[in-house]
Protein backbone atom coordinates (compact mmCIF):
# COMPACT_ATOMS: atom_id res chain seq x y z
CA UNK A 1 0.00 0.00 0.00
CA UNK A 2 2.54 2.37 1.29
CA UNK A 3 4.64 1.21 -2.07
CA UNK A 4 1.99 2.25 -4.34
CA UNK A 5 1.02 5.43 -2.60
CA UNK A 6 4.37 7.22 -3.16
CA UNK A 7 3.99 5.83 -6.81
CA UNK A 8 0.59 7.51 -7.02
CA UNK A 9 2.40 10.49 -5.03
CA UNK A 10 5.65 11.04 -7.03
CA UNK A 11 3.36 11.07 -10.71
CA UNK A 12 1.14 13.27 -9.36
CA UNK A 13 4.37 15.63 -8.11
CA UNK A 14 5.91 15.11 -11.79
CA UNK A 15 2.95 15.99 -13.77
CA UNK A 16 2.08 19.21 -11.50
CA UNK A 17 5.68 20.05 -11.65
CA UNK A 18 5.41 19.77 -15.34
CA UNK A 19 3.77 22.51 -16.14
CA UNK A 20 6.22 24.81 -14.94
CA UNK A 21 9.17 23.97 -17.39
CA UNK A 22 10.39 25.97 -20.01
CA UNK A 23 9.82 25.39 -23.13
CA UNK A 24 12.38 23.53 -24.83
CA UNK A 25 12.28 24.83 -28.53
CA UNK A 26 11.83 28.33 -29.73
CA UNK A 27 11.46 29.31 -33.50
CA UNK A 28 13.82 31.36 -35.66
CA UNK A 29 12.22 33.60 -38.54
CA UNK A 30 14.41 34.55 -41.57
CA UNK A 31 13.11 37.57 -43.17
CA UNK A 32 13.73 40.24 -45.67
CA UNK A 33 13.08 41.66 -49.13
CA UNK A 34 14.74 41.61 -52.86
CA UNK A 35 13.93 44.47 -54.80
CA UNK A 36 15.41 44.82 -58.00
CA UNK A 37 16.18 47.90 -57.73
CA UNK A 38 19.83 49.09 -57.23
CA UNK A 39 21.65 52.58 -56.09
CA UNK A 40 25.33 53.32 -56.64
CA UNK A 41 26.72 56.34 -54.87
CA UNK A 42 29.60 58.40 -56.30
CA UNK A 43 32.07 60.67 -54.86
CA UNK A 44 33.33 63.52 -56.98
CA UNK A 45 37.42 63.42 -57.45
CA UNK A 46 37.90 59.80 -57.21
CA UNK A 47 36.75 59.85 -53.54
CA UNK A 48 39.91 61.94 -52.15
CA UNK A 49 39.55 64.93 -50.13
CA UNK A 50 43.45 65.68 -49.72
CA UNK A 51 44.66 68.37 -47.19
CA UNK A 52 48.24 68.02 -48.60
CA UNK A 53 51.13 69.22 -46.53
CA UNK A 54 50.76 70.89 -43.08
CA UNK A 55 53.80 71.92 -40.98
CA UNK A 56 54.23 70.42 -37.74
CA UNK A 57 54.94 74.15 -36.52
CA UNK A 58 51.18 75.16 -37.71
CA UNK A 59 49.62 72.44 -35.26
CA UNK A 60 48.81 74.01 -31.92
CA UNK A 61 50.61 72.34 -29.28
CA UNK A 62 47.88 71.46 -26.49
CA UNK A 63 44.87 71.55 -28.07
CA UNK A 64 43.32 70.11 -31.06
CA UNK A 65 44.31 72.13 -34.58
CA UNK A 66 40.69 72.00 -36.71
CA UNK A 67 41.68 71.84 -40.40
CA UNK A 68 39.66 73.74 -43.30
CA UNK A 69 36.46 72.56 -44.36
CA UNK A 70 36.85 70.71 -47.27
CA UNK A 71 33.67 69.63 -49.04
CA UNK A 72 32.71 66.64 -51.96
CA UNK A 73 30.38 65.77 -54.38
CA UNK A 74 28.25 63.17 -53.01
CA UNK A 75 25.70 61.30 -56.21
CA UNK A 76 23.40 58.19 -56.09
CA UNK A 77 21.88 56.93 -58.60
CA UNK A 78 19.26 54.76 -59.10
CA UNK A 79 17.73 52.21 -61.48
CA UNK A 80 14.01 53.50 -60.24
CA UNK A 81 12.85 55.59 -57.45
CA UNK A 82 13.75 54.05 -54.40
CA UNK A 83 14.00 54.72 -50.46
CA UNK A 84 17.16 54.77 -49.37
CA UNK A 85 19.63 55.89 -46.30
CA UNK A 86 23.51 56.05 -46.16
CA UNK A 87 25.52 54.95 -43.28
CA UNK A 88 29.12 55.08 -42.90
CA UNK A 89 31.78 52.29 -42.14
CA UNK A 90 34.96 53.83 -40.45
CA UNK A 91 37.46 51.86 -41.90
CA UNK A 92 40.04 52.50 -39.40
CA UNK A 93 37.97 52.17 -36.32
CA UNK A 94 39.67 52.86 -32.80
CA UNK A 95 41.44 55.82 -34.11
CA UNK A 96 39.66 59.17 -33.28
CA UNK A 97 40.66 60.74 -30.10
CA UNK A 98 37.06 61.65 -29.98
CA UNK A 99 34.16 58.97 -29.99
CA UNK A 100 31.79 58.63 -32.49
CA UNK A 101 33.61 60.17 -35.27
CA UNK A 102 35.96 58.49 -37.71
CA UNK A 103 39.50 58.31 -37.49
CA UNK A 104 42.85 59.42 -39.42
CA UNK A 105 44.67 56.35 -38.15
CA UNK A 106 47.79 55.84 -35.58
CA UNK A 107 51.29 56.93 -35.60
CA UNK A 108 53.84 54.12 -33.99
CA UNK A 109 50.65 51.94 -33.51
CA UNK A 110 48.55 53.96 -30.41
CA UNK A 111 48.69 57.91 -31.16
CA UNK A 112 45.30 58.40 -32.73
CA UNK A 113 46.74 61.19 -35.39
CA UNK A 114 43.32 63.17 -35.69
CA UNK A 115 39.56 63.01 -36.56
CA UNK A 116 37.07 63.94 -39.10
CA UNK A 117 33.44 63.89 -39.45
CA UNK A 118 31.13 64.25 -42.33
CA UNK A 119 28.24 66.81 -42.83
CA UNK A 120 25.48 66.74 -45.95
CA UNK A 121 23.91 70.04 -47.52
CA UNK A 122 22.24 71.28 -50.77
CA UNK A 123 20.98 68.08 -52.16
CA UNK A 124 19.45 67.71 -55.33
CA UNK A 125 16.79 65.40 -56.70
CA UNK A 126 13.93 64.36 -58.99
CA UNK A 127 11.55 65.52 -56.06
CA UNK A 128 12.07 68.06 -54.13
CA UNK A 129 14.11 66.94 -50.52
CA UNK A 130 16.01 68.10 -47.85
CA UNK A 131 18.39 66.17 -45.77
CA UNK A 132 17.07 63.78 -42.72
CA UNK A 133 19.02 61.83 -40.08
CA UNK A 134 18.08 58.96 -38.17
CA UNK A 135 19.59 57.60 -35.18
CA UNK A 136 17.82 54.53 -35.04
CA UNK A 137 18.74 52.90 -38.09
CA UNK A 138 15.62 54.29 -39.41
CA UNK A 139 13.29 53.91 -36.98
CA UNK A 140 12.38 57.76 -36.94
CA UNK A 141 13.87 60.92 -38.92
CA UNK A 142 14.69 64.56 -38.10
CA UNK A 143 15.99 67.49 -40.32
CA UNK A 144 19.41 67.70 -40.52
CA UNK A 145 20.78 71.23 -40.55
CA UNK A 146 23.17 72.16 -42.77
CA UNK A 147 25.51 73.26 -39.40
CA UNK A 148 24.99 69.76 -37.70
CA UNK A 149 27.77 66.83 -38.77
CA UNK A 150 26.91 63.48 -38.53
CA UNK A 151 27.62 60.75 -36.07
CA UNK A 152 29.26 57.21 -37.29
CA UNK A 153 26.26 55.53 -36.00
CA UNK A 154 23.83 57.63 -37.98
CA UNK A 155 22.22 57.20 -41.07
CA UNK A 156 20.99 60.20 -43.73
CA UNK A 157 18.26 60.18 -46.30
CA UNK A 158 16.49 62.86 -48.29
CA UNK A 159 13.13 63.14 -47.62
CA UNK A 160 10.39 65.76 -46.61
CA UNK A 161 7.95 65.95 -44.18
CA UNK A 162 4.56 66.67 -46.49
CA UNK A 163 2.85 63.74 -44.77
CA UNK A 164 3.68 65.48 -41.12
CA UNK A 165 6.59 63.21 -40.33
CA UNK A 166 10.06 63.19 -41.39
CA UNK A 167 10.09 60.42 -43.92
CA UNK A 168 12.17 59.65 -46.99
CA UNK A 169 11.25 60.57 -50.30
CA UNK A 170 11.34 57.91 -53.40
CA UNK A 171 14.33 59.31 -55.50
CA UNK A 172 16.08 58.27 -58.33
CA UNK A 173 18.77 60.26 -58.32
CA UNK A 174 20.27 62.74 -56.25
CA UNK A 175 22.86 64.58 -55.80
CA UNK A 176 24.39 66.56 -52.34
CA UNK A 177 27.40 68.76 -51.27
CA UNK A 178 29.02 66.16 -48.43
CA UNK A 179 31.37 68.30 -45.94
CA UNK A 180 34.17 67.20 -44.14
CA UNK A 181 35.06 68.59 -40.70
CA UNK A 182 38.76 67.66 -39.80
CA UNK A 183 40.58 68.11 -36.59
CA UNK A 184 44.68 67.11 -35.96
CA UNK A 185 45.23 65.74 -32.49
CA UNK A 186 47.74 68.04 -30.24
CA UNK A 187 50.58 67.96 -31.27
CA UNK A 188 52.13 66.96 -27.69
CA UNK A 189 50.31 64.10 -27.91
CA UNK A 190 51.82 63.06 -31.31
CA UNK A 191 55.39 61.48 -32.24
CA UNK A 192 56.24 64.06 -35.16
CA UNK A 193 59.63 63.62 -36.03
CA UNK A 194 59.05 61.88 -39.50
CA UNK A 195 56.71 63.05 -42.04
CA UNK A 196 53.48 61.38 -41.11
CA UNK A 197 50.44 60.41 -43.65
CA UNK A 198 46.53 61.33 -42.87
CA UNK A 199 45.22 57.84 -43.26
CA UNK A 200 41.23 58.35 -43.09
CA UNK A 201 39.48 55.92 -44.63
CA UNK A 202 35.91 55.54 -44.85
CA UNK A 203 32.81 53.69 -46.93
CA UNK A 204 29.66 55.07 -47.53
CA UNK A 205 27.45 51.88 -47.71
CA UNK A 206 23.33 51.97 -49.25
CA UNK A 207 20.50 51.11 -46.85
CA UNK A 208 17.73 50.00 -48.73
CA UNK A 209 14.24 50.87 -46.82
Known sequence: MNKHLSLLTAALLLTGASSTFAASQTDLKVTGTITPVACEPTLAKGGIVDYAKISVKDLNEAVPTVLGVETIQLTVSCTASAQFAISTIDNRPGTSFVSAQMGLGLINGTEKLGTYQLGFKNPVADVPVLVMLSSNEGDTWER??????????????????????????????????????????????????????????????????
Open 144 to 209: FDDDVVKATNEWVAFGNNTSGTWTPAFVENVTVDMWLSTQIAPANTLTLTDEVKLDGNATLQIKYL
